[in-house]
């Protein structure tokens, strides 16, 4: 079946860019997602990619897209202490999604 | 906009007792999910809607059974609580459970079970 994989942490200082990374084994994904998950609260979505782009800027937020090697990334440039979060991409399955286990990124200031 | 409302937000039970976790959207979505969060396990899926009339069986759907009460509503219940069951429960929603359809999530409810 499918499967996302994420390392556990990650620890960066305040101002630092941060960067996330995923890989997926689905090779007919379509849009790949990265949800912020606050402490105490829900899933929020916090960006996407569709499969025939590389690259999609947002802000402060750049996801990268390797579609041979299935790997994603998510770079933060200038870390703040808010953050600090937990990262989960997800892949696009048969009717839902699959969650990678999640990147619990920790800001020092 | 409320989005993604789940009741209750904390509950705790005995081992054996039953309970139904209620959730509801109001962003007219057709396909609703709930999970089960377990530190380090990431998020699992129990069961989902794709659309009113339907549900199917997802990761982990032992222990639970679901009911997708109108558009709107996807209840979970539990019929015979055990600690294993204890964790954070998501629902979620998504406008239909098609590729590129994005979900959206509900506060959570997090259940103890001693």
């Known amino acids: 079946g499918e499967d996302v994989e994420q390392s556990l942490f990650l620890s960066v200082r305040e101002g630092d860019s941060s960067v996330i990374n995923c890989t997926y084994t689905d090779s007919s994904s379509t849009y790949l997602y990265w949800y912020k998950q606050e402490p105490g609260a829900g899933l929020q979505l916090l960006t996407y990619i569709f499969s025939n782009m590389d690259m999609k800027q947002d802000q402060r937020l750049t996801v990268l897209l390797n579609k041979k090697d299935k790997h994603l990334s998510l770079r933060i440039a200038d870390t703040q202490t808010g953050d600090s979060a937990i990262y989960f991409c997800a892949d696009t399955g048969f009717q839902k999604l699959v969650f990678g286990t999640g990147t619990r990124l920790l800001v020092s200031p | 906009n409320a989005g993604v409302t789940q009741t209750p937000k904390f509950q705790v039970l005995k081992t054996g007792q039953s309970m139904t976790l209620q959730c509801a959207q109001d962003?007219?979505?057709?396909?609703m999910y709930w999970y089960r969060q377990d530190p380090g396990m990431g998020l699992r899926l129990i069961y989902y809607?794709?659309?009113?009339?339907?549900?199917d069986k997802g990761e982990v759907p032992n222990g639970y059974n679901v009911s997708r009460l109108n558009k709107r509503e996807f209840s979970l219940r539990l019929e015979s609580a055990a600690p294993s069951q204890t964790s954070v429960y998501f629902c979620a929603s998504s406008f239909r459970g098609s590729h590129n359809q994005p979900q959206h999530f509900g506060d959570g409810t997090r259940l103890s079970i001693l």
């Open positions: 962003m007219n979505h057709n396909s």
């Open positions: 809607s794709a659309s009113e009339g339907t549900t």
